[in-house]
């Protein structure tokens, strides 16, 4: 049976060739290329790899015929008699800011240094701040230095002032609804805000954190409204005016300063404009052959301006404070120096609201401190004796210390297992409908002896929240750990000398962090050795309240002259643009099912 000759195969292969009407004929088009526009120029500047400037074709072609005739551009200048010219104001006025863990990190570094050379004199950080004040105004060209411990002071005044508000309306609440208030919805606990890198976390991460943050702005950001606008006011500058730098411990506070709220829309400027971290201020001083361990005329001074009220006087005109580098010409303006508040290192902020509480108790509390995990996670617990047998001591406040992300970790989950909040990941993390009552029956249902002691324990007021293992002394920011420099034997074990380096031998930095010796820095962060030694730095200038009261002055001072004007709502409302701030969450762009494997 012979088949159809339609159906014959003529090759038999895996193969399947198109057809001719699968197959585009291919053309070739000659391109026009792009219309030029004739006004268009007819070169342009093209950069080498060096960073030179070079006149080119817009079609790429070099305009010299070689390359040895190439004419290499100079780089544009503009000198003063252009800025004279010019009818714009080009100049601004250059103020730097220094925290005191920067203070204590030199501090700690140099005397790491000296010890390798048997030195007794190891510099205060009030010594430091006058030699990098000198260095900042000979070398950089400022024209104020000043350290952020005043601005912290009016921060923890306006956070002791957040925290007894929302203490104030948690009661207020429990009092009017007989404690049926969702709490979820409450104020407390407080968690400090000054930690940028806890704030990006708990926007990014946990939403449902955010009421229950401070919103009390942080010293940096502090310092910026106080040098644009209180500063900027009795110069008669505007915040454009002024640039303002800052140098910190840690690389976040960068973010900090970059936040859409810390941006004058009206001025186009920044509250503050630059920040920079301890090790960069350590590469500019190596730049300009700055030797810190070397004293600096007046770095023992420690004398208190005050006014005829006993106030400190801002305004009292001390050697060696402005106009020294500046081509404008402001009057000196002054804040009480390295301002030391008890409590931790990391700005005190639990211990301002456990001194406010006991200063304004009717009786006297007493406080305890309990070690939850190691000295990271510890509790604080103010008690009153009420008296009475059996029950003689009532908790009136309970908060903790809690710092780097595994701690705050914990210390969320508890947190919102208190609050009844869902502290899963992402922005929808307040529990509601439902689900929120779903989770609700699952915690009613636990065993009786667990929800006994759940409610004989106190839920917490506050917590002081960072980052960082340790605390601020410990940013990512700060110098590392001075070593001995090693002493490397010049000869081999068989007598032969050896030059190690050009033999590939590993051998540790040796850098010139400080001019007189040769040290090594480690390059490791987070040593606890070393962390304890700058703590320990931080704590040699001696707290006086003498220098609180005169800080106390001023501060009043400042609050009349920005947020004095109006009756009190509108004096509230100006205080509160000044010194606080908002949070928001960050939802994130990725999709779970819209992600493309």
């Not at 006004?39 to 790429?60: F, H, K, M, N, P």
Request: a negative charge; one cysteine or more.
């Amino acid at each position: 049976m012979a088949f159809s000759g339609a159906l014959t195969l003529t090759d038999l292969n895996d193969f399947i060739t198109p057809s001719q009407a699968c197959i585009k004929p291919v053309t070739q088009v000659n391109s026009k290329g792009p219309e030029k526009d004739p006004g268009a120029a007819a070169t342009a500047i093209q950069l080498d790899r060096s960073g030179a400037y070079y006149e080119v074709t817009q079609d790429g072609k070099d305009v010299a015929p070689a390359p040895a005739s190439m004419k290499k551009l100079e780089q544009a200048q503009i000198n003063l008699n252009d800025c004279l010219a010019c009818s714009s104001e080009v100049y601004k006025i250059p103020i730097i800011s220094i925290s005191p863990q920067t203070l204590a990190s030199f501090a700690a570094a140099t005397a790491a240094s000296a010890s390798t050379l048997s030195s007794p004199q190891h510099p205060t950080p009030r010594q430091i701040l006058r030699r990098i004040r000198r260095f900042c105004i000979e070398s950089l060209g400022f024209s104020l230095v000043f350290d952020t411990t005043f601005a912290r002071h009016l921060a923890l005044q306006e956070h002791v002032a957040e925290f007894t508000e929302r203490l104030d309306r948690e009661k207020l609440e429990r009092d009017v609804t007989n404690d049926s208030v969702d709490e979820s919805r409450r104020g407390l606990p407080m968690l400090a805000s000054a930690c940028p890198g806890w704030i990006c976390y708990a926007e990014k991460a946990h939403s449902e954190m955010l009421p229950l943050i401070s919103r009390t702005k942080s010293p940096q950001q502090v310092m910026g409204t106080l040098i644009k606008n209180w500063m900027g006011a009795r110069w008669g500058k505007g915040p454009s005016e002024i640039y303002h730098v800052t140098v910190m411990p840690c690389y976040d506070k960068k973010l900090e300063a970059s936040r859409k709220d810390f941006y004058n829309d009206m001025y186009s400027t920044r509250d503050v404009d630059c920040v920079i971290t301890t090790g960069e201020l350590e590469r500019l001083m190596k730049e300009n052959s700055w030797d810190i361990t070397q004293p600096v005329p007046g770095e023992l001074d420690n004398d208190l301006p005050t006014t005829s009220f006993g106030a400190f006087d801002p305004f009292y005109n001390a050697p060696y404070s402005a106009n020294h580098a500046s081509m404008v010409d402001i009057p000196a303006i002054h804040f009480p120096e390295l301002l030391t508040h008890p409590g931790s290192s990391s700005g005190s902020y639990l211990h301002a609201i456990i001194a406010h509480l006991q200063a304004t108790s009717d009786v006297p509390l007493t406080l305890n401190v309990e070690a939850v995990r190691g000295t990271d996670y510890e509790e604080y617990i103010l008690t009153k004796n009420t008296g009475e047998p059996g029950n003689g001591k009532v908790v009136v406040f309970k908060g903790a210390k809690c710092y780097g992300f595994r701690n705050l970790q914990n210390v969320v989950r508890r947190v919102g297992r208190e609050r009844g909040l869902h502290t899963g990941s992402g922005a929808a993390g307040k529990l509601s409908g439902r689900a929120g009552a779903g989770v609700a029956r699952r915690i009613a249902g636990r065993k009786v002896v667990a929800v006994d002691k759940e409610k004989k324990e106190r839920r917490y007021d506050y917590v002081e929240v960072m980052a960082c293992p340790g605390g601020c002394v410990n940013g990512g920011g700060q110098l590392k750990p001075v070593i001995n420099a090693p002493s490397l034997p010049t000869t081999d074990s068989e007598g032969y000398k050896r030059n190690w380096e050009e033999s590939g031998v590993a051998v540790a930095p040796i850098v010139k962090s400080f001019a007189s010796i040769d040290v090594a820095q480690d390059a490791r962060w987070g040593s606890k050795e070393w962390t304890k030694k700058v703590e320990e730095q931080y704590w040699r200038e001696p707290f006086t309240d003498v220098s609180g009261q005169l800080a106390d002055g001023l501060a009043l001072r400042i609050y009349e002259d920005m947020c004095g004007h109006g009756d009190e709502i509108v004096r509230e409302e100006t205080r509160r643009r000044f010194f606080r701030t908002e949070y928001r969450a960050v939802e994130s762009e990725d999709a779970g099912l819209a992600v493309v494997w």
